[in-house]
């Protein structure tokens, strides 16, 4: 196996400590292997947080700490034709179904609910537009009500059957598709998801082995199921641990004096920075 990793920001900030953590444990797999790549994607379709600056900004910090990526950087709004070309075969599969309710919709049911379903993101979609009638659903759908769409996670786990992952941490993972419940796969205003747009980039780029951090482990299990409905290979998955901050919360664009230009700017060289991330134990 020719290992393919990828590092994959969004260009709505600075990168800090926990994306040196995260680029550098993607390129350090692929350098331990001959022929590996390591790629770099922007994570682009949340276009209004977007700025062009970041894109420039992203690869300057990556060249500074030495973490050269093997070919040129994909960005996701170079894509949408192929996110498009998912979700219609989703669509035809009546794998997906649209949902029309608003935030405030879903608060209201969230609230009526004795004990929602919870998550590490929040309460789980109730369900609601999974219940329309099918007439009800093209009626609106003519109407051009605006609408998001939403994975049918648990129709579509019974046609895949039992599904699992591997984690080089973790281990072989059974797939539990309905864990984050019917994830949104579309969204009223920027189109294509995370969950979609991951999914279909990764095949396409023909990644062998994706790290990311341990949060986004429970997207793992939605993920597996996307790849067999879309018939797409399943790659292998490392979930490090976090960088955190001195509250123990995951770092987040907004920590600046942890950023990577404001370390270069108080003088620390990329061998430092990798020492902090190091004293943490995790590399």
């Not at 682009?44 to 700490?65: C, M, T």
């Not at 997906?96 to 405030?104: A, G, K, L, N």
């Not at 986004?216 to 993920?223: A, C, D, G, I, N």
Request: include cysteine; charged fraction near 25%.
């Amino acid at each position: 196996m020719i290992v393919r990793t990828r590092f994959a920001p969004s260009p709505t900030g600075r990168l800090h400590l926990g994306h040196a953590l995260a680029a550098r444990v993607a390129h350090s797999l692929a350098r331990q292997t001959p022929g590996g790549k390591f790629l770099l994607r922007h994570e682009d379709i949340d276009a209004p947080r977007v700025r062009e600056a970041y894109y420039q900004g992203i690869e300057e910090d990556l060249e500074w700490l030495g973490l050269r990526w093997d070919e040129p950087p994909l960005r996701q709004t170079s894509r949408s034709a192929a996110y498009e070309a998912a979700l219609a075969r989703l669509r035809e599969n009546r794998r997906v179904y649209p949902c029309f309710c608003t935030r405030r919709e879903i608060q209201a049911e969230w609230a009526a609910m004795a004990a929602a379903p919870q998550t590490a993101e929040g309460p789980i979609y109730p369900g609601t537009c999974r219940k329309l009638p099918p007439h009800e659903q093209q009626a609106k759908l003519a109407s051009g009500l605006p609408c998001a769409w939403r994975l049918d996670s648990r129709l579509a786990a019974s046609l895949t059957g039992p599904l699992s992952f591997h984690d080089l941490r973790f281990g072989t993972t059974a797939a539990n598709p309905d864990l984050l419940g019917d994830v949104v796969l579309a969204r009223k205003d920027i189109g294509p998801a995370y969950h979609l747009a991951v999914v279909v980039d990764d095949a396409f780029q023909q990644i062998s082995h994706v790290t990311r951090g341990e949060d986004l482990l429970p997207s793992t299990h939605v993920h597996r199921l996307l790849q067999a409905l879309l018939e797409l290979p399943a790659p292998i998955y490392l979930h490090h641990p976090l960088m955190l901050d001195e509250h123990g919360k995951r770092l987040a664009k907004r920590s600046d004096p942890l950023s990577i230009a404001a370390l270069r700017e108080a003088g620390l060289t990329p061998e430092e920075v990798f020492a902090r991330i190091e004293l943490t134990g995790i590399t």
